[in-house]
């Protein structure tokens, strides 16, 4: 609404919600104050779960920040800013989301407290952008050597990460199978760095048993049956044909007739069908293939054959699963059968179709180079089935990250107070007003080991009080023991370690994320739109949607065809 001339004038859609200024600033950062204080108390391995109910009545239990956010239908445009944070750390580093939330949330607490002083929100953001900045260079000076040799290192990566999860209990078992399983995965790229697609890495999960039946399967799992019940479900010392075409006589693409005229003919049209199916199976047993895995069909008479034959076969296997056993078995993927070799074909210790609780899933296993591998997952029931795979999830990419970065850094709040100290050191070299926020940013890294004391029942102030008292000394990897409230030197003497990029990647997330929420001085919110009358939208005529016929019901049907 604007005055011309003392006649009103309206700019937006009547109905239309705006704010301005002091008003914007306070609802959007209360907004996301409000989510980080949501997930803080799942923090550490203290940390506790959250029960999530959607509006189908689905039930979710997890600590996981992304998950917890993801799960929250959350309406405000500056809380949704926080949501996207962990997904961006989530999709990075795979690790630290309730980390990187908490973060931004504090940030977003302690630049109000500027914005109250009249200090501008671009000095504020320029003065976070500089100390991020320097976080980050710092946190890289004080992280130390790893990488895919050091097994102590990802082993601890890994079961740090698993500490705080609900599968604490088993987390040594759990972190052998997943940096066994990036090992496997793991390749070097063209600038000898070594790289691990976790996408390789294969999660199966069937509930029944207990989380300590966890096991990695070198090779792959298929949910497919044997095709046909006559055939072996076990082939030991196994060479595998992964086949892309159909056994089967294909149809042509275009309409044809066969003109029979005589009932000689018709068996003459059988017997060659036959011939057909008979040749493809012979060329198949030929080769030395002893398992068939087809992506398409096989017609029954070639099941016939190939059972004869004592060859087992798996069909209609999706593709993605085809080029996984690929690289497990080593075999090439063939769509024509005249170019079967006998070395281009896949081999696997073991083929063997078993029994999961009600479903027949065959097992390749037991390969000898596999860059493709499998982890079934087993629990008590489906909830801690999907929180254990959540918690491998997240596991498997801290190894990874280990292997690729090649760097790690102290736990237990270590890293964040260090780089607070040095920050506060830092902020004493500025000049004018970004000193504040720079010191604002060092006292905001203060709320991780704040909050992993909380949540372990412990004094926040006397355990902060005592880790600043040993990082001033030059402990700088000195952190929390939860247990008994003491403080440890070095964490990483203990095993406490987490991938410096995890680290890195929080602050920068949360940064970027606070500078954008602080930057805002107006929220206009249009009104929602209405139905038109007399029908739907887009000016449809009255006998459609809306307007129908009387003796029509809702979806255009007499009532007698409900």
Same mark, same amino acid.
């Given at each position: 609404m604007a005055q011309l001339g003392g006649t009103p004038v309206l700019i937006m859609r009547e109905g239309t919600e705006r704010q301005r200024g002091r008003d914007a600033m306070s609802n959007n950062i209360a907004a996301a104050i409000v989510i980080a204080e949501a997930v803080r108390t799942s923090l550490g391995p203290r940390g506790m779960d959250k029960m999530l109910v959607d509006q189908f009545g689905d039930v979710v239990i997890t600590n996981d920040g992304a998950t917890i956010l993801k799960e929250i239908d959350v309406q405000h445009p500056a809380a949704k800013m926080m949501v996207e944070v962990a997904k961006t750390q989530d999709s990075e580093v795979g690790d630290g989301t309730t980390t990187s939330v908490i973060l931004a949330g504090e940030l977003l607490k302690r630049a109000k407290k500027l914005l109250e002083q009249k200090i501008h929100p671009t000095v504020i953001t320029e003065g976070f952008r500089k100390a991020a900045d320097k976080a980050v260079e710092i946190l890289e000076s004080i992280s130390v050597k790893s990488g895919i040799d050091d097994e102590q290192g990802l082993m601890n990566a890994a079961m740090t990460c698993m500490s705080s999860k609900i599968v604490s209990e088993s987390k040594e078992k759990l972190a052998k199978i997943c940096m066994d399983a990036i090992k496997a995965i793991a390749e070097k790229d063209d600038n000898g760095k070594w790289v691990a697609d976790i996408e390789k890495v294969q999660i199966q999960k069937k509930q029944g048993e207990s989380i300590d039946d966890t096991s990695l399967i070198k090779g792959i799992i298929l949910d497919k049956e044997v095709v046909s019940p006559g055939m072996r479900k076990s082939i030991k010392d196994a060479k595998i044909l992964l086949l892309q075409s159909a056994i089967e006589i294909e149809k042509t693409e275009f309409d044809s007739k066969l003109q029979i005229t005589s009932p000689e003919q018709i068996? @003459?049209? =059988?017997? @060659? @069908?036959? +011939? %057909?199916?008979?040749? %493809?199976v012979e060329k198949i047993k030929n080769s030395g293939a002893n398992v068939v895995i087809c992506q398409k069909g096989i017609d029954d =008479?070639?099941?016939? #054959?190939l059972t004869k034959a004592d060859i087992m076969a798996v069909r209609r296997v999706k593709k993605s699963d085809i080029e996984k056993l690929s690289k497990a078995t080593g075999g090439m993927i063939y769509t024509n059968l005249d170019d079967i070799t006998e070395d281009k074909l896949g081999w696997a210790g073991l083929v063997e179709e078993r029994k999961i609780m009600n479903d027949?899933?065959? #097992? $390749?296993?037991e390969c000898k180079d596999p860059k493709s591998v499998v982890i079934l997952i087993r629990g008590g029931t489906e909830l801690i089935v999907d929180e254990v795979e959540r918690a491998i999830h997240d596991a498997l990419c801290v190894v990874r990250d280990v292997v690729e970065d090649e +760097?790690?850094? &102290?736990g237990g709040g270590a890293p964040e107070l260090e780089t607070a100290i040095q920050l506060r050191k830092y902020a004493s070299s500025l000049g004018g007003r970004e000193q504040l926020a720079v010191e604002i940013f060092a006292d905001s890294l203060d709320i991780i080991p704040k909050t992993l004391a909380e949540n372990a029942g412990l004094d926040q102030i006397d355990t902060l009080m005592k880790l600043r008292a040993s990082h001033q000394k030059g402990n700088k990897f000195a952190g929390h023991d939860l247990d008994t409230g003491n403080v440890i030197d070095d964490m990483s003497s203990v095993g406490v370690v987490e991938p410096t990029v995890v680290k890195v990647q929080a602050i920068k997330s949360s940064t970027e994320a606070t500078s954008? $929420? =602080?930057r805002i001085d107006d929220v206009i919110a249009s009104a929602k739109s209405a139905m038109p009358p007399g029908g739907m939208p887009g000016g449809m005529p009255p006998g459609?949607? &809306? &307007?129908?016929?009387p003796g029509m019901g809702g979806m255009g049907m007499p009532p007698d065809m409900y």
């Amino acid at each position: 609404m604007a005055q011309l001339g003392g006649t009103p004038v309206l700019i937006m859609r009547e109905g239309t919600e705006r704010q301005r200024g002091r008003d914007a600033m306070s609802n959007n950062i209360a907004a996301a104050i409000v989510i980080a204080e949501a997930v803080r108390t799942s923090l550490g391995p203290r940390g506790m779960d959250k029960m999530l109910v959607d509006q189908f009545g689905d039930v979710v239990i997890t600590n996981d920040g992304a998950t917890i956010l993801k799960e929250i239908d959350v309406q405000h445009p500056a809380a949704k800013m926080m949501v996207e944070v962990a997904k961006t750390q989530d999709s990075e580093v795979g690790d630290g989301t309730t980390t990187s939330v908490i973060l931004a949330g504090e940030l977003l607490k302690r630049a109000k407290k500027l914005l109250e002083q009249k200090i501008h929100p671009t000095v504020i953001t320029e003065g976070f952008r500089k100390a991020a900045d320097k976080a980050v260079e710092i946190l890289e000076s004080i992280s130390v050597k790893s990488g895919i040799d050091d097994e102590q290192g990802l082993m601890n990566a890994a079961m740090t990460c698993m500490s705080s999860k609900i599968v604490s209990e088993s987390k040594e078992k759990l972190a052998k199978i997943c940096m066994d399983a990036i090992k496997a995965i793991a390749e070097k790229d063209d600038n000898g760095k070594w790289v691990a697609d976790i996408e390789k890495v294969q999660i199966q999960k069937k509930q029944g048993e207990s989380i300590d039946d966890t096991s990695l399967i070198k090779g792959i799992i298929l949910d497919k049956e044997v095709v046909s019940p006559g055939m072996r479900k076990s082939i030991k010392d196994a060479k595998i044909l992964l086949l892309q075409s159909a056994i089967e006589i294909e149809k042509t693409e275009f309409d044809s007739k066969l003109q029979i005229t005589s009932p000689e003919q018709i068996q @003459e049209f =059988l017997d @060659e @069908e036959e +011939k %057909m199916i008979r040749d %493809m199976v012979e060329k198949i047993k030929n080769s030395g293939a002893n398992v068939v895995i087809c992506q398409k069909g096989i017609d029954d =008479l070639a099941q016939h #054959f190939l059972t004869k034959a004592d060859i087992m076969a798996v069909r209609r296997v999706k593709k993605s699963d085809i080029e996984k056993l690929s690289k497990a078995t080593g075999g090439m993927i063939y769509t024509n059968l005249d170019d079967i070799t006998e070395d281009k074909l896949g081999w696997a210790g073991l083929v063997e179709e078993r029994k999961i609780m009600n479903d027949s899933w065959i #097992f $390749i296993e037991e390969c000898k180079d596999p860059k493709s591998v499998v982890i079934l997952i087993r629990g008590g029931t489906e909830l801690i089935v999907d929180e254990v795979e959540r918690a491998i999830h997240d596991a498997l990419c801290v190894v990874r990250d280990v292997v690729e970065d090649e +760097k790690i850094v &102290g736990g237990g709040g270590a890293p964040e107070l260090e780089t607070a100290i040095q920050l506060r050191k830092y902020a004493s070299s500025l000049g004018g007003r970004e000193q504040l926020a720079v010191e604002i940013f060092a006292d905001s890294l203060d709320i991780i080991p704040k909050t992993l004391a909380e949540n372990a029942g412990l004094d926040q102030i006397d355990t902060l009080m005592k880790l600043r008292a040993s990082h001033q000394k030059g402990n700088k990897f000195a952190g929390h023991d939860l247990d008994t409230g003491n403080v440890i030197d070095d964490m990483s003497s203990v095993g406490v370690v987490e991938p410096t990029v995890v680290k890195v990647q929080a602050i920068k997330s949360s940064t970027e994320a606070t500078s954008m $929420i =602080l930057r805002i001085d107006d929220v206009i919110a249009s009104a929602k739109s209405a139905m038109p009358p007399g029908g739907m939208p887009g000016g449809m005529p009255p006998g459609m949607g &809306g &307007g129908m016929p009387p003796g029509m019901g809702g979806m255009g049907m007499p009532p007698d065809m409900y």
